[in-house]
Nanobody
Framework: QVQLVESGGGLVQAGGSLRLSCAAS????????MGWFRQAPGKEREFLAA????????YYADSVKGRFTISRDNAKNTVFLQMNSLKPEDTAVYYC?????????????????WGQGTQVTVSS
């Protein structure tokens, strides 16, 4: 079992930055790929970024490539999402997810564990 708790969301002006954290409990964090997703009001949840178990491989959605950076600290069982140059359309609930595998997935249906989400609001 893996329990995930996101933090770091909040209200920020357009052009600003936020750093989201996702703390994982359990002994399987280092054996899990981690992903970040978001869901805006009235829209489906979308993939943002994923990172391999070692942190050596990362994959990003085109919508956030160059603005968002995913990273992880296996010693602290934490994955991060650094978000820069935020836009009003980035407003959403942001979720982290985990799957015990070696392959990076972008499909949310393949992830086994999810956090409760953290709200990010970007004002114009």
């Amino acid at each position: 079992q893996v329990q995930l708790v996101e933090s770091g969301g909040g209200l920020v002006q357009a052009g600003g930055s936020l750093r989201l954290s996702c703390a994982a409990s359990g002994r399987t964090f280092s054996n899990s790929i981690m992903g970040w997703f978001r869901q805006a009001p009235g829209k489906e949840r979308e993939f943002l970024a994923a990172i391999s178990r070692s942190g050596g491989n990362k994959y990003y959605a085109d919508s956030v490539k160059g603005r968002f950076t995913i990273s992880r600290d296996n010693a602290k069982n934490t994955v991060f999402l650094q978000m820069n140059s935020l836009k009003p359309e980035d407003t959403a609930v942001y979720y982290c997810a985990a799957k015990q595998t070696t392959v990076i997935f972008t499909n949310q249906d393949l992830y086994d564990y999810w956090g409760q989400g953290t709200q990010v609001t970007v004002s114009s």
